[in-house]
Structures are given as structure tokens and as C-alpha cells.
């Protein structure tokens, strides 16, 4: 069982892809997804406020579906493809409808909790592209803003969605 | 706040995680959504020093629904329930309900077997599977059991499931005729945790009368509370307000909640009251459309 415990609790070899890139890391099991994006790969766009899931500062995408990065271990992403705020943008610099939105909108003041909010906007906005106010409320429900008041997030994700549909007409 | 070191094992069957659970008894955890594990291992108010990882377990993922019950993998993500358009025609009260854990992001992960086993009082599969008279499968290695809700929860984040157990499979019953569903509670944002949650069923006879009714609440015991002294009061009467005011009164005497800083004992004792009597309704008018 020693020999065991040994093997098991060693580093361990996972291959993911974040942002459309492939990287293939080694990780200790106990090594939290968060801490993976942003100690390992630099990528310091998720933010970590409360490390248990209720902030939602760390959300970024896995396989499609929204998630707290700080509620998976590094280990479980091993083959998942994932997209963070650093995805965003488009590969000539241009800025996601959604940044544009926070921007114009004055959807940030410190900008803590921006990274999941745009992560979570974003998943609702690809599965609704007409969101009424209730509805993307109750979407960004899930991540703690300190600063706005959220009505400036709730223009940014309504100024948002009116720009993508405008484009995919 | 990071977990305490553990060994990591990923087994891929259903046999293999099993015997691991032999081997390794207490020390071990299962790992499923993570969605509770996990903070708790952040703050480490929990340290196993061994997880064993269930999601590359084939079979434990997936929705059946059937004639007479519907039969969810343990390893099923809330979110597949929450968008299940049979489960919304088959089961009404467990699409809504599911819709009700946590957020979006929460779903995302989290699986029905690991919130039956959390066993939170408050959590709402806990209330629904108690309302709705469902079962969960466990396994152990050689071994398959069906436990009714009474005989799986003991108290506040404790269940009968033994340490080398599987939850396999959670059963409910597909909706009868004429019958409706609701599912209500009070939390003080959207998504939260539920202060106070209520759940019913309501089936009607061929003339309209009450011909069964189950009521469950949660956030007021270690438990889920069925209340069926008030239900069984509603058999052969018709539907009204007034019906459903009148025998939910007493619910005041046979609740026991605590206080915290959320809530007061007579705040609570109102929240069931008012909560039941909304689902009660609300089950009765969907069974009439029904
Ligand atoms: C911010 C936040 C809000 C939340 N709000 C709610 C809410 O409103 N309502 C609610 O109900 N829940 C809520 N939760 C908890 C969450 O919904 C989880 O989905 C659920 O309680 C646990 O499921 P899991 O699959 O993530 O389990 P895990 O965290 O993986 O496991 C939980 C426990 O169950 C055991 N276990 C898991 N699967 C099995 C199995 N198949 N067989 C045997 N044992 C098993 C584990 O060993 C562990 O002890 C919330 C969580 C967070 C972080
Ligand atoms: S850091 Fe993950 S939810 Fe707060
Ligand atoms: S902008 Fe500061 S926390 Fe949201």
C-alpha cells in the first residue's frame, strides 16, 4: 500500500487545452484548476477571491459550460478544453462585444470580479441572445461585484447582446 | 486556503472504484462535482488522504425515464437534469427544483448522487426526493441496495451510506395523472442556500377532490420533514384557499427550527406556513390542467 500511496500522490501529467492552445503540464493532485491557470501557465486573468465557490471570480469555461476554476482540481481538466478571459478577444486584438460593453457601460470600477462576470455573461449570451434584464440578473447572480452596484454589468451584458445580434444579422 | 495533500485515484470502473473503497475504508473520499468536497477541503474542514475520482466511472451517467420511474445516474450533473425536457414533461417538480442549487456554474459540476449524499437539510434534492416518495440504488462490491429517504437520512450531512458505498442510481417516481408539483423556497439571494424550502404533490380524483397529497420541508431538522397529518387532512375535499389556509395553520406547532443570524424561529415557522400553502395550491391548480 506504501508503494501505492507513493505513486499516487506524485506529480501527475495532464494535457489541456486553454485558449485554443495545447499545454501538457505536472501538477500535484491537491493543485487547484485556479492555481494551475494562473501559477503554472501565467495566466492571471482569473481572479481568486474565496476560494469555495461563492465569489465567482475564478469562473472560466470547460468544455463548454460554465465553472468555478477554484472547485476543480488541476488533475480533472487533464484533456478538457477550456477558455478564460484571455480568450476573449479575437486573435487580431479586437475586443469581445462584452469587454466592449463593460467598457462603454462602465461595467468595472476595480475590476476584481470582471474576469468571471465576462465569463458568465458570455455563456448566457451564447445560450440567449436576447436576454431580458431579469435574465442576465439572475445569470450574474452567481459572482460578487463589490463595486457597481451592477446596474452598469447589466448595460454592459444588454449593450453586449444588441451588438451581437446586430453582427450575426 | 488550499487542500491538504491526498493521494489521487482515477479509476475507470465501477469495480475498481469499489475495491479501492475496500482498501482504503475511512481515508478514502469519493469525488464527484466537487461542488461541496472541495470547498470544504479549501477550508480544510475536511482532509481525506485519499480522493477517489467517480467521473471517469462509465454507466453512472445519464437519465432513464420509463413508464413508471424515472432512474438517474448518480454521477448525473445537475445541469443535464435542469435542461432534461423529458424530466420537465416526466417530473416536473425535479426540473424546477434542480433549477433552484446554487448557479449556473454550480450545475455545471455538481451531481445528483453527491447532493443526496451532502445531505444538506436545506439542499432541495434532499426535500424533493422525500416529497415525491423516491429511492437511491447504493452499491459495495458484491452488494446492491435500495434505500427509501426515510431509511437514507439520519441527520444534518449524515445518511446511512456506508464508507465502501456507491450511490449508483436516485429513483423518482414519473408524475401520475392528474396530479401536480411545486416547489418553493426562500432564500435571501438567488441561488443561495434555502432558509426555508417546501415541496408537494397533489393528485385530484375524477371529480376534482383531493385523492392524495404529500408535503415535505426542509431547513427546519437534521432531516427533510414530511408532514402527511396535514396532507392526510386534505383527502375528499376540493381545492380552495381556504382549504389549504386551514390545515397549513398547524404547521406552526409541528415544525422545529433553530435561529441564526438569517432567520429567527418565528420567522422561519411563518416561511413554513406561508411556503406550504403556496406549493399545496400551486400542485392542486396544476393537477386540475393536468
Ligand atoms: C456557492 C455554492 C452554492 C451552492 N448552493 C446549493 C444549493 O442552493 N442547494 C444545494 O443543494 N446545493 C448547493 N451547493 C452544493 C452543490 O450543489 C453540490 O452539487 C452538491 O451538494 C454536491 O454534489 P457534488 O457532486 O459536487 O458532490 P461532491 O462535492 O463531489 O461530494 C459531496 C459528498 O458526497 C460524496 N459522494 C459524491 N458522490 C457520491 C456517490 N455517487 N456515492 C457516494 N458518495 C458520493 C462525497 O464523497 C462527499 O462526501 C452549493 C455549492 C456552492 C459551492
Ligand atoms: S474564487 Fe472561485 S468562486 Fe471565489
Ligand atoms: S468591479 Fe470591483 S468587484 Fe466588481
Known amino acids: 500500500m506504501t508503494e501505492k500511496t507513493a505513486e499516487s500522490n506524485r506529480l501527475k501529467t495532464i494535457t489541456l487545452k486553454v485558449n485554443?492552445?495545447?499545454?501538457?503540464?505536472?501538477?500535484?493532485?491537491?493543485?487547484?484548476?485556479?492555481?494551475?491557470?494562473?501559477?503554472?501557465?501565467?495566466?492571471?486573468?482569473?481572479?481568486?477571491?474565496?476560494?469555495?465557490?461563492?465569489?465567482?471570480?475564478?469562473?472560466?469555461?470547460?468544455?463548454?459550460?460554465?465553472?468555478?476554476?477554484?472547485?476543480?482540481?488541476?488533475?480533472?481538466?487533464?484533456?478538457?478544453?477550456?477558455?478564460?478571459?484571455?480568450?476573449?478577444?479575437?486573435?487580431?486584438?479586437?475586443?469581445?462585444?462584452?469587454?466592449?460593453?463593460?467598457?462603454?457601460?462602465?461595467?468595472?470600477?476595480?475590476?476584481?470580479?470582471?474576469?468571471?462576470?465576462?465569463?458568465?455573461?458570455?455563456?448566457?449570451?451564447?445560450?440567449?441572445?436576447?436576454?431580458?434584464?431579469?435574465?442576465?440578473?439572475?445569470?450574474?447572480?452567481?459572482?460578487?461585484?463589490?463595486?457597481?452596484?451592477?446596474?452598469?454589468?447589466?448595460?454592459?451584458v444588454e449593450y453586449a447582446a444588441k451588438e451581437m445580434r446586430e453582427r450575426a444579422e | 486556503m488550499k487542500p491538504a495533500a491526498f493521494d489521487y485515484y482515477k479509476p475507470e470502473t465501477l469495480d475498481e472504484a469499489l475495491s479501492l473503497l475496500d482498501e482504503f475504508g475511512y481515508d478514502a473520499k469519493i469525488l464527484a462535482g466537487g461542488q461541496s468536497l472541495i470547498p470544504m477541503m479549501n477550508m480544510r474542514l475536511?482532509?481525506?488522504?485519499?480522493?477517489?475520482?467517480i467521473n471517469g466511472v462509465p454507466g453512472m451517467t445519464g437519465i432513464e425515464v420509463g413508464d413508471s420511474e424515472i432512474v438517474i445516474g448518480g454521477l448525473t450533473r445537475h445541469y443535464m437534469v435542469e435542461h432534461s425536457a423529458e424530466i420537465r414533461s416526466s417530473c416536473p417538480m425535479l426540473a424546477e427544483g434542480i433549477k433552484l442549487i446554487g448557479h449556473s456554474q454550480i450545475r455545471s459540476r455538481g451531481t445528483i448522487g453527491g447532493s443526496i449524499v451532502h445531505a444538506d437539510p436545506t439542499a432541495e434534492l434532499p426535500v424533493m426526493l422525500t416529497a415525491l416518495g423516491g429511492k437511491v440504488t447504493v452499491v459495495s462490491s458484491g452488494e446492491e441496495r435500495e434505500l427509501t429517504p426515510e431509511e437514507l437520512f439520519l441527520t444534518y450531512m449524515t445518511t446511512t451510506i456506508e464508507p465502501n458505498e456507491i450511490v449508483k442510481s436516485v429513483h423518482f417516481p414519473v408524475i401520475a395523472e392528474r396530479t401536480g408539483h411545486a416547489i418553493e423556497e426562500f432564500t435571501l439571494r438567488s441561488g443561495d442556500f434555502a432558509i426555508i424550502i417546501a415541496a408537494a404533490s397533489v393528485t385530484l380524483d375524477e371529480e376534482g377532490l383531493i385523492e392524495s397529497a404529500a408535503l415535505c420541508i426542509g431547513g427546519v431538522d437534521g432531516v427533510p420533514v414530511k408532514l402527511d397529518d396535514v396532507t392526510d387532512e386534505l383527502i375528499g375535499h376540493a381545492p380552495s384557499d381556504e382549504l389549504f389556509e386551514e390545515s397549513c395553520a398547524p404547521i406552526t406547532d409541528m415544525v422545529e427550527p433553530e435561529k441564526d443570524i438569517h432567520a429567527s424561529v418565528e420567522y422561519r415557522k411563518d416561511l413554513c406556513v406561508a411556503l406550504s400553502r403556496r406549493v399545496l395550491k400551486k400542485a392542486a391548480d396544476e393537477a386540475k390542467l393536468a
Open chain 2, 46 to 53: 475536511a482532509r481525506p488522504p485519499v480522493l477517489i475520482d
Open chain 1, 20 to 156: 485554443h492552445k495545447e499545454y501538457t503540464v505536472d501538477v500535484e493532485p491537491r493543485m487547484l484548476l485556479s492555481d494551475v491557470l494562473r501559477d503554472i501557465l501565467r495566466l492571471t486573468g482569473t481572479h481568486v477571491g474565496c476560494e469555495h465557490g461563492v465569489c465567482g471570480a475564478c469562473t472560466i469555461t470547460m468544455d463548454g459550460r460554465p465553472v468555478r476554476s477554484c472547485l476543480v482540481f488541476g488533475v480533472q481538466a487533464d484533456q478538457a478544453d477550456i477558455v478564460t478571459v484571455e480568450g476573449l478577444e479575437s486573435e487580431d486584438g479586437e475586443l469581445h462585444p462584452l469587454q466592449k460593453g463593460f467598457w462603454e457601460k462602465h461595467g468595472l470600477q476595480c475590476g476584481f470580479c470582471t474576469p468571471g462576470m465576462l465569463m458568465t455573461a458570455c455563456h448566457l449570451l451564447e445560450h440567449n441572445p436576447d436576454p431580458s434584464r431579469e435574465e442576465i440578473r439572475e445569470a450574474i447572480s452567481g459572482n460578487l461585484c463589490r463595486c457597481t452596484g451592477y446596474q452598469g454589468i447589466v448595460d454592459a
